[in-house]
Protein backbone atom coordinates (compact mmCIF):
# COMPACT_ATOMS: atom_id res chain seq x y z
CA UNK A 1 0.00 0.00 0.00
CA UNK A 2 2.82 1.90 0.68
CA UNK A 3 3.43 4.69 -2.26
CA UNK A 4 6.87 5.41 -2.55
CA UNK A 5 7.34 9.09 -1.03
CA UNK A 6 5.09 9.30 1.75
CA UNK A 7 5.70 10.52 5.33
CA UNK A 8 4.06 11.21 8.25
CA UNK A 9 4.19 14.72 9.96
CA UNK A 10 4.56 15.09 13.99
CA UNK A 11 5.85 17.75 16.16
CA UNK A 12 7.17 18.34 19.41
CA UNK A 13 3.51 19.78 20.63
CA UNK A 14 0.33 21.01 19.07
CA UNK A 15 1.24 24.62 17.09
CA UNK A 16 4.77 24.45 16.70
CA UNK A 17 4.40 24.48 12.34
CA UNK A 18 3.91 20.39 11.75
CA UNK A 19 1.18 22.24 8.95
CA UNK A 20 3.65 24.76 7.80
CA UNK A 21 5.87 22.22 7.30
CA UNK A 22 4.00 19.44 5.87
CA UNK A 23 2.73 22.07 3.35
CA UNK A 24 6.62 23.30 2.74
CA UNK A 25 7.57 19.65 1.87
CA UNK A 26 4.37 19.14 -0.14
CA UNK A 27 5.42 22.26 -2.15
CA UNK A 28 8.95 20.70 -1.82
CA UNK A 29 8.35 17.32 -3.35
CA UNK A 30 6.10 19.05 -5.81
CA UNK A 31 8.82 21.01 -7.79
CA UNK A 32 10.59 17.68 -7.83
CA UNK A 33 8.06 16.55 -10.10
CA UNK A 34 6.12 14.13 -7.60
CA UNK A 35 2.03 13.64 -7.29
CA UNK A 36 1.27 15.30 -3.93
CA UNK A 37 -1.34 14.61 -2.03
CA UNK A 38 -2.03 15.62 2.08
CA UNK A 39 -4.11 14.15 4.81
CA UNK A 40 -5.11 15.82 7.90
CA UNK A 41 -6.89 12.65 8.65
CA UNK A 42 -8.07 13.79 12.38
CA UNK A 43 -9.22 17.73 12.49
CA UNK A 44 -10.54 19.34 15.70
CA UNK A 45 -11.89 22.76 14.99
CA UNK A 46 -14.52 23.48 11.98
CA UNK A 47 -15.36 26.55 10.19
CA UNK A 48 -18.36 26.86 7.74
CA UNK A 49 -17.04 28.66 4.89
CA UNK A 50 -18.69 28.68 1.20
CA UNK A 51 -21.29 26.25 1.79
CA UNK A 52 -19.67 23.83 3.47
CA UNK A 53 -17.47 22.39 6.99
CA UNK A 54 -13.76 23.43 6.75
CA UNK A 55 -10.52 23.28 8.59
CA UNK A 56 -7.73 25.66 8.42
CA UNK A 57 -4.75 23.11 8.56
CA UNK A 58 -6.84 20.79 5.81
CA UNK A 59 -7.36 23.77 3.36
CA UNK A 60 -3.49 24.89 4.02
CA UNK A 61 -2.44 21.40 3.54
CA UNK A 62 -4.72 20.89 -0.23
CA UNK A 63 -3.56 24.40 -1.05
CA UNK A 64 0.39 23.24 -1.10
CA UNK A 65 -0.46 19.28 -2.37
CA UNK A 66 -0.94 19.37 -6.55
CA UNK A 67 -3.10 16.29 -6.49
CA UNK A 68 -6.66 17.61 -5.85
CA UNK A 69 -9.40 15.06 -3.65
CA UNK A 70 -12.34 15.40 -1.57
CA UNK A 71 -11.95 16.94 1.78
CA UNK A 72 -14.17 13.60 2.97
CA UNK A 73 -11.16 11.75 1.76
CA UNK A 74 -8.30 13.66 3.32
CA UNK A 75 -9.79 14.18 6.55
CA UNK A 76 -12.15 11.79 7.16
CA UNK A 77 -12.97 13.29 10.48
CA UNK A 78 -13.28 16.65 10.77
CA UNK A 79 -14.46 17.10 14.83
CA UNK A 80 -16.17 20.67 15.63
CA UNK A 81 -14.58 21.88 18.67
CA UNK A 82 -10.33 22.52 18.26
CA UNK A 83 -9.93 20.54 21.71
CA UNK A 84 -8.18 17.32 22.60
CA UNK A 85 -9.64 14.90 19.09
CA UNK A 86 -11.22 12.41 21.74
CA UNK A 87 -13.18 14.83 23.24
CA UNK A 88 -13.75 16.43 20.35
CA UNK A 89 -14.97 13.26 19.02
CA UNK A 90 -17.24 12.45 21.92
CA UNK A 91 -18.91 15.95 22.12
CA UNK A 92 -20.31 15.29 18.03
CA UNK A 93 -21.23 11.51 19.14
CA UNK A 94 -18.70 9.74 17.09
CA UNK A 95 -15.52 7.32 17.04
CA UNK A 96 -12.48 7.78 15.77
CA UNK A 97 -11.40 4.77 13.73
CA UNK A 98 -8.07 3.52 12.52
CA UNK A 99 -9.28 1.22 10.48
CA UNK A 100 -11.21 4.13 8.58
CA UNK A 101 -8.43 6.58 7.78
CA UNK A 102 -6.43 3.31 6.35
CA UNK A 103 -8.84 2.91 4.05
CA UNK A 104 -8.67 6.56 3.13
CA UNK A 105 -5.25 6.34 3.02
CA UNK A 106 -5.11 3.64 0.37
CA UNK A 107 -7.72 5.32 -2.24
CA UNK A 108 -5.21 8.04 -1.73
CA UNK A 109 -2.27 6.61 -2.51
CA UNK A 110 -4.22 5.33 -5.78
CA UNK A 111 -4.15 9.21 -6.78
CA UNK A 112 -0.62 10.52 -5.37
CA UNK A 113 2.98 8.76 -5.50
CA UNK A 114 3.60 11.28 -2.30
CA UNK A 115 1.20 11.51 0.43
CA UNK A 116 1.94 13.81 3.50
CA UNK A 117 0.05 13.08 6.67
CA UNK A 118 0.23 15.46 8.86
CA UNK A 119 -0.31 14.03 12.54
CA UNK A 120 -2.80 16.33 15.46
CA UNK A 121 -1.30 17.80 18.46
CA UNK A 122 2.13 15.31 19.62
CA UNK A 123 2.99 11.97 18.89
CA UNK A 124 1.34 10.35 21.27
CA UNK A 125 -2.22 12.25 21.71
CA UNK A 126 -5.52 9.67 22.71
CA UNK A 127 -7.84 9.01 20.09
CA UNK A 128 -10.79 6.93 22.66
CA UNK A 129 -10.22 4.92 25.23
CA UNK A 130 -7.25 2.47 23.92
CA UNK A 131 -5.92 3.97 21.01
CA UNK A 132 -3.58 7.25 20.57
CA UNK A 133 -2.06 8.91 17.33
CA UNK A 134 1.26 6.74 17.69
CA UNK A 135 -1.15 3.47 16.92
CA UNK A 136 -2.33 5.32 13.85
CA UNK A 137 1.36 5.84 12.69
CA UNK A 138 2.18 2.58 12.94
CA UNK A 139 -1.22 1.12 11.26
CA UNK A 140 -0.23 3.71 8.08
CA UNK A 141 3.24 1.95 8.51
CA UNK A 142 5.15 5.27 7.26
CA UNK A 143 8.24 6.65 8.16
CA UNK A 144 8.22 10.23 10.79
CA UNK A 145 9.43 13.44 10.20
CA UNK A 146 9.23 15.34 13.23
CA UNK A 147 8.90 19.08 13.49
CA UNK A 148 11.09 20.87 16.58
CA UNK A 149 8.91 24.02 17.30
CA UNK A 150 12.14 25.92 18.58
CA UNK A 151 11.37 27.30 22.40
CA UNK A 152 12.22 26.99 25.60
CA UNK A 153 11.65 23.26 26.49
CA UNK A 154 11.70 21.63 23.21
CA UNK A 155 14.90 19.82 24.08
CA UNK A 156 12.93 17.30 26.32
CA UNK A 157 9.87 17.05 24.21
CA UNK A 158 12.01 16.76 21.14
CA UNK A 159 13.63 13.93 22.78
CA UNK A 160 10.74 12.02 24.23
CA UNK A 161 9.03 11.99 20.82
CA UNK A 162 12.23 10.77 19.09
CA UNK A 163 12.14 7.74 21.68
CA UNK A 164 8.52 7.11 21.33
CA UNK A 165 8.68 6.71 17.27
CA UNK A 166 11.62 4.58 17.87
CA UNK A 167 9.93 2.53 20.62
CA UNK A 168 6.82 1.82 17.80
CA UNK A 169 9.41 0.98 15.72
CA UNK A 170 8.79 3.34 12.96
CA UNK A 171 11.42 5.02 10.89
CA UNK A 172 12.74 8.14 12.17
CA UNK A 173 13.59 9.68 9.07
CA UNK A 174 14.64 13.32 9.78
CA UNK A 175 13.43 16.77 11.60
CA UNK A 176 12.89 20.26 11.03
CA UNK A 177 13.92 22.67 13.42
CA UNK A 178 10.79 25.66 13.32
CA UNK A 179 11.45 29.00 14.68
CA UNK A 180 8.05 29.55 16.30
CA UNK A 181 9.56 31.17 19.11
CA UNK A 182 11.06 34.93 17.62
CA UNK A 183 12.66 35.22 21.14
CA UNK A 184 14.01 31.81 21.96
CA UNK A 185 18.33 32.77 23.19
CA UNK A 186 20.90 30.22 21.50
CA UNK A 187 18.68 28.97 18.78
CA UNK A 188 21.88 27.57 16.77
CA UNK A 189 23.01 26.00 20.38
CA UNK A 190 19.58 24.08 20.68
CA UNK A 191 19.62 22.96 17.41
CA UNK A 192 22.99 21.70 17.49
CA UNK A 193 22.43 19.86 20.64
CA UNK A 194 19.50 17.94 18.71
CA UNK A 195 21.47 17.47 15.75
CA UNK A 196 24.05 15.24 17.12
CA UNK A 197 22.06 13.12 19.42
CA UNK A 198 19.91 12.23 16.41
CA UNK A 199 22.12 11.64 13.68
CA UNK A 200 24.02 9.60 16.33
CA UNK A 201 21.22 7.45 17.60
CA UNK A 202 18.75 7.85 15.26
CA UNK A 203 20.62 8.38 11.66
CA UNK A 204 18.17 10.79 11.21
CA UNK A 205 19.06 14.34 9.40
CA UNK A 206 18.16 18.22 9.33
CA UNK A 207 16.26 18.71 7.05
CA UNK A 208 15.67 22.40 7.34
CA UNK A 209 15.62 24.89 10.02
CA UNK A 210 12.80 27.84 9.03
CA UNK A 211 13.13 31.12 10.90
CA UNK A 212 10.19 32.92 12.37
CA UNK A 213 8.72 34.22 9.12
CA UNK A 214 6.71 37.57 8.48
CA UNK A 215 4.45 35.93 5.92
CA UNK A 216 4.66 32.31 6.84
CA UNK A 217 3.69 30.09 3.79
CA UNK A 218 4.49 26.43 2.04
CA UNK A 219 6.81 27.85 -0.80
CA UNK A 220 8.42 30.22 1.73
CA UNK A 221 9.38 27.69 4.36
CA UNK A 222 9.97 25.40 1.57
CA UNK A 223 13.27 27.46 0.53
CA UNK A 224 14.80 26.51 3.60
CA UNK A 225 14.24 22.68 3.36
CA UNK A 226 16.85 20.25 2.08
CA UNK A 227 14.17 16.87 0.98
CA UNK A 228 17.40 15.32 -0.43
CA UNK A 229 17.81 12.45 2.35
CA UNK A 230 14.10 11.70 2.33
CA UNK A 231 14.23 11.60 -1.80
CA UNK A 232 17.25 9.10 -1.38
CA UNK A 233 15.73 7.14 1.33
CA UNK A 234 12.45 6.61 -0.85
CA UNK A 235 14.82 5.66 -3.78
CA UNK A 236 16.45 2.90 -2.14
CA UNK A 237 13.34 1.59 -0.53
CA UNK A 238 11.90 1.46 -4.25
N1 LIG B 1 8.39 29.60 11.27
C1 LIG B 1 7.27 30.26 11.51
N2 LIG B 1 7.23 31.61 11.38
C2 LIG B 1 6.10 32.30 11.63
N3 LIG B 1 4.93 31.75 12.00
C3 LIG B 1 4.92 30.41 12.12
C4 LIG B 1 6.07 29.61 11.90
N4 LIG B 1 5.73 28.31 12.11
C5 LIG B 1 4.44 28.31 12.42
N5 LIG B 1 3.94 29.55 12.43
C6 LIG B 1 2.54 29.94 12.74
O1 LIG B 1 2.20 29.38 13.99
C7 LIG B 1 0.87 28.88 13.96
C8 LIG B 1 0.92 27.38 14.28
O2 LIG B 1 1.58 26.71 13.21
P1 LIG B 1 0.96 25.38 12.60
O3 LIG B 1 -0.49 25.59 12.32
O4 LIG B 1 1.80 24.97 11.46
O5 LIG B 1 1.13 24.42 13.85
P2 LIG B 1 0.68 22.90 14.04
O6 LIG B 1 1.77 22.23 14.76
O7 LIG B 1 0.29 22.36 12.72
O8 LIG B 1 -0.60 23.02 14.98
P3 LIG B 1 -1.79 21.94 15.22
O9 LIG B 1 -1.34 21.09 16.33
O10 LIG B 1 -2.97 22.80 15.56
O11 LIG B 1 -1.99 21.17 13.96
C9 LIG B 1 0.31 29.22 12.58
O12 LIG B 1 -0.37 30.44 12.64
C10 LIG B 1 1.57 29.36 11.72
O13 LIG B 1 1.41 30.21 10.60
C1 LIG C 1 -7.10 21.87 18.24
C2 LIG C 1 -5.58 21.88 18.18
N1 LIG C 1 -5.15 22.92 17.28
C3 LIG C 1 -5.00 20.54 17.75
N2 LIG C 1 -5.48 20.24 16.42
C4 LIG C 1 -5.35 19.45 18.73
C5 LIG C 1 -4.31 19.32 19.78
C6 LIG C 1 -4.55 18.15 20.70
C7 LIG C 1 -3.60 18.10 21.85
C8 LIG C 1 -3.98 17.07 22.83
C9 LIG C 1 -3.01 16.99 23.98
O1 LIG C 1 -1.90 16.47 23.82
O2 LIG C 1 -3.32 17.49 25.07
MG1 LIG D 1 -1.55 21.65 12.09
Known amino acids: MD ?14 GKTLTSGALLHAFGKRGLRTAAMKP ?3 GAEYRNGAWCNEDADFLAQAANVALP ?3 T ?16 QDGIRLEIEQIIQCYATVTQAANCVVVEGVGGFQVPLDDHYDTADLARALKLPVVLVVGLRLGCLNHALLTA ?18 DPTMRYVDENIATLRVRFE ?9 KIPHLEAPSAATA ?4 NIDPLLALCAKRL
Open 75 to 90: TPYLCQEALAPHIAAR
Open 42 to 44: IAA
Open 163 to 180: AAICANGLPFVGWVANQI
Open 222 to 225: ALYL
Open 3 to 16: PSYSFFVTGTDTEI
Open 200 to 208: QQYNAPLLG
Open 71 to 73: PAL
